[in-house]
């Protein structure tokens, strides 16, 4: 029994004879089949070519929002750190006006000390590490703006009922220069035993002028030996201020000076290793820390 067969004719344009081609039908559905089949991975490899060409660029495109709010982000919290360091700062001035005016100030913190600054000098920018910013952060930085906020505007009533009292409180630096002993127990430098600092040393040049921080009266001018030539200011009946190991003299006793007024040269006279002005602050006859009373960065 013969197969099943199909037969194509090719036919030439030619004069020479038509040819024709036998093909099984198995054939023929097997070259129809693979057509078949080729034609739809053809198509399904296309269909993935062009799905994955749309998922690469929609990759591409959010990498770049990626990157490009990482950075913002950063931002962000470069901003915040940036904003809590200022805000700190103005914590701390705060503080210090609290203690000026003897008021007590609710959420303000104990105002820092510094480890060697140098006194009325500019300070070095330091690199800022982002922390981790949260809406907590933000929250709490603007409930601590309002708590500040709110203090300083309790101390501009204060201070603007008593104008007299702001004028005789120190609040600036007495010398330039570098601050390389601070209050508070230390080593005697003379015998290296415990010993208790009742004021602040300041390191500058012998000659540098010496100024009031404060409207007041001076109430002694006299040479010691531990404390050299010496300058007690009276500035209220609460506050007065002292200036060891001077050079020179520029006011007498019973004169009246002025905030920034100079009143003397800095030395080495007394018990001293170098030219420094050893500054002293007392309130009701106590020794206080003289950073507490000032108010310049």
């Keep these: 029994m013969r197969k099943k067969a199909f037969s194509i004719v090719f036919v030439p344009h030619s004069k020479s ?13 097997l070259v129809v089949g693979g057509t078949a089949l080729a034609v739809l991975l053809l198509a399904g490899f296309l269909v993935d070519y062009f799905t994955m060409s749309h998922a ?8 770049k929002e ?23 700062s103005l914590e701390s001035y705060a503080k210090k006006l609290n203690v000026m005016a003897g ?26 590490t982002p922390p981790q910013f949260s809406v907590e952060t933000v929250n709490g930085l603007n409930q601590k703006a309002r708590d500040v906020g709110k203090n300083l505007s309790t ?13 005789s409180t120190p609040t600036i630096w007495p010398t330039m220069g ?12 003379f015998t290296d035993k415990p010993a208790y600092h009742y004021g602040m040393d300041i390191a500058t040049n012998e000659g ?18 531990t404390t050299g030539n010496m300058i007690l200011l009276s500035h209220s009946l609460d506050i007065s201020t002292s200036y060891f190991h001077l050079s020179k003299f520029l006011v007498r006793e019973g004169q009246r000076v002025r905030r920034g007024d100079v009143i003397g040269l800095v030395g080495r006279t007394g018990k001293a290793l170098g030219p420094h002005l050893h500054y002293e602050v007392r309130v009701n006859g106590q020794p206080v820390n003289p950073v507490r009373y000032i108010l310049e960065e």
């Design 103 to 128: 008021l007590k100030a609710d959420g303000i913190k104990e105002v820092g000390i510094g480890d060697g600054s140098p006194a009325l000098q500019s300070s070095v920018p330091q690199v800022l």
């Design 56 to 63: 690469r660029a929609s990759s591409r495109r959010l990498l």
């Design 178 to 189: 570098w601050v390389v002993g601070y209050f508070g127990p230390r080593a005697d430098p």
């Design 17 to 29: 004879g038509s040819k024709t081609l036998a093909v099984s039908k198995r054939t023929l559905k």
């Design 155 to 167: 101390l501009v009533i204060f201070f603007e009922n008593q104008k007299a009292r702001l004028a």
């Design 66 to 88: 990626n990157q490009a709010q990482a950075r913002e982000l950063k931002d962000y919290e470069l901003t915040v750190d940036r904003l809590k360091k200022s805000l700190d």
């Design 208 to 225: 540098a002028p010496i100024v009031a921080p404060a409207d007041g009266l001076v109430v002694q001018v006299k040479n010691g030996v």
